[in-house]
């Protein structure tokens, strides 16, 4: 008889924010640690089919799997707790894309002529979704998107009700978060939006079985037992979820209030205790490091840390492979645009993200140039890539009007160009270069061996793509005679095109760009060499310059 899979449903009320990804990766994690195979998604409620077309502001960074899909940046959470698992499009999904396919086959005469609706049409895809997400793990952790109350998430509350139903008590498991503020008026931690957010869970037939409860203080044995009484379970399977410095800190932390023992016991898996050795060792780095780093990220959407979530979480990993704090500071590029280069001036290093769109792009250029001409280390990702591209053709091959076709679509010296086979596709979907492609690397130039082989160490890797604009191959030559170094490059299989992957310049402490997206391979026990290779070009450049850190504002930006 085959072995019954399990699910643990994570849920959040009170308010959005509250921090079910990283709680639920967490649990991922200590269950991976005592030798359970898992796997992990995430539900969202809206309509759009996914987040690839939604802006940084409304939804944070756009995560990209191996196989294109582009998903929600809890899947970015998933990723750097759980090693093991391999995410693709189906781990997650949104209301929009069940309601496609359901419609879908509706129109092709799927239902045989029945009437279609939320229950039981769309409440089965759901569940269908979530099986054929679970089917090669022995425990699915799913996390359901949206804030227990909101209308949009009932399809999916009322699946989850369903499967406790229909796959047995022993199988699933509710966890539900919340939040237990302080109020400092009063002088204690007030339960009540708990009792409230449980009883909006238990009017829909869900009864949790453990509560998470966010606090910026340890909740004492009298708060939880209290909490238990009035949310129906017992006070032990009330947990504290404190406020801690690094989210890696929180899979230990809810270790010690013995989350995992529950859970194992709560579902009945045998299970040995896990092995937080090497997690406890990266997090010692993270907490006691030897040196720090500043390093600038140039941007437009330095107002809103979540556009650049994966990115910040890579710099802190190479971080702990430098053991070095990593400071980073987020220099608007409009405010470069506009002349105050000296907001770069007190960083060790600089970066440039991958973006879309105009604005923000000379500023971005100028950036760059300060980079590249005062022996700063620079690492360009994406845009950055192309835009130091950009920056090299005007200033040092004086291709005078160099640009890209992004934003000269009439330009005669695009050094940025769509391919080909790109030109005159009217669905902007259809030229993203999106997921998983190979990168032959380059092993020397110049009988030097180059920063992307000393970096990875071998001449052919695979890294994921979110991107629509090339460098131009008929402007290469031109650039490379003065000196561009084409340090990665992929052959499209289709029609044998060479893409460039990566460039550097020799001669200069540590400049770098990839067209490719390495933040999204980056994991805290494995950081990313390239991220590992630029931090530590940082701290070098960073020896004995005592630097002061820029004035920053309360999101950490930098101002003059």
């Not at 920056?391 to 005669?412: D, H, L, M, W």
């Amino acid at each position: 008889m085959a072995k019954q899979r399990k699910f643990i449903f994570v849920t959040g009320g009170v308010l959005s924010s509250i921090g079910k990804g990283i709680s639920a990766a967490s649990i991922g994690m200590l269950m991976e640690a005592r030798g359970i195979k898992v796997t992990m998604m995430k539900m969202d409620p809206y309509l759009n089919v996914d987040p690839g077309t939604m802006s940084p502001f409304q939804h944070g960074e756009v995560f990209v799997l191996d196989d294109g899909a582009e998903t929600d940046l809890d899947l970015g959470h998933y990723s750097r707790f759980v090693q093991s698992a391999h995410f693709t499009r189906k781990n997650s999904f949104t209301t929009g894309r069940i309601y496609d396919a359901v419609i879908r086959r509706e129109r092709a005469g799927g239902y045989l002529g029945k009437t279609v609706q939320v229950i039981p049409h769309i409440t089965d895809e759901i569940k269908r979704h979530i099986n054929e997400a679970a089917a090669d793990a022995d425990l699915a952790i799913v996390e359901v998107g949206g804030t227990v109350g909101d209308i949009e998430s009932l399809p999916f509350l009322e699946a989850i009700r369903q499967m406790k139903v229909e796959l047995g008590q022993e199988n699933v498991l509710f966890v539900h978060l919340t939040l237990v503020p302080y109020i400092a008026a009063a002088g204690e931690l007030k339960t009540k939006p708990t009792q409230h957010s449980v009883k909006e869970l238990r009017e829909i037939g869900i009864q949790p079985d453990m509560l998470l409860c966010r606090s910026d203080r340890k909740l004492d044995k009298d708060t939880k037992d209290k909490i238990g009484l009035f949310c129906n379970l017992s006070g032990s399977h009330v947990f504290s979820v404190i406020d801690v410095s690094s989210i890696y800190e929180v899979p230990l932390y809810l270790h010690e209030e013995g989350l995992d023992e529950k859970i194992v016991e709560k579902l009945g898996i045998w299970t040995s205790s896990p092995d937080l050795s090497r997690w406890k060792e990266m997090v010692k780095h993270i907490r006691e490091p030897q040196g720090e780093v500043s390093i600038g990220i140039v941007g437009k959407h330095t107002d809103w840390r979540d556009s650049y979530k994966s990115l910040s979480e890579a710099l802190v990993h190479g971080g702990v492979a430098n053991d070095v704090r990593v400071n980073v500071v987020y220099i608007d590029a409009e405010d470069v645009e506009k002349g105050q280069i000296d907001l770069l001036k007190s960083v060790d290093a600089i970066l440039v993200p991958g973006g879309f769109g105009e604005r923000g792009v000379e500023g971005k250029i100028k950036a760059i140039e300060y980079a590249r001409t005062e022996g700063v280390p620079y690492f360009g990702i994406c845009l950055g890539m192309q835009l130091a591209v950009i920056e090299f053709a005007r200033n040092v091959a004086k291709i005078k009007n160099a640009s890209s076709a992004e934003f000269q679509p009439n330009g005669t010296e695009n050094v940025i160009d769509l391919m080909e086979s790109q030109k005159g596709v009217k669905d902007m979907g259809g030229t993203m270069r999106l997921g998983a492609y190979t990168c032959n690397i380059l092993s020397k130039s110049g009988g030097k061996p180059t920063r992307a082989f000393m970096a990875y160490g071998k001449e052919v890797i695979s890294e994921r793509h979110r991107h629509r604009f090339e460098v131009a191959n008929a402007f290469r030559e031109r650039l490379e005679a003065k000196g561009l170094i084409v340090s990665g490059k992929h052959r499209n299989a289709e029609d044998g095109t060479e893409l460039v992957e990566m460039v550097e310049l020799p001669n200069h402490p540590w400049f770098l760009g990839c067209q490719f997206h390495p933040e999204f391979l980056s994991r805290p026990l494995a950081p990313h060499p390239l991220f590992a290779a630029f931090v530590k070009a940082a701290k070098v450049a960073g020896r004995g310059a005592q630097r002061a850190l820029p004035n920053l504002n309360e999101k950490g930006k930098a101002v003059l």
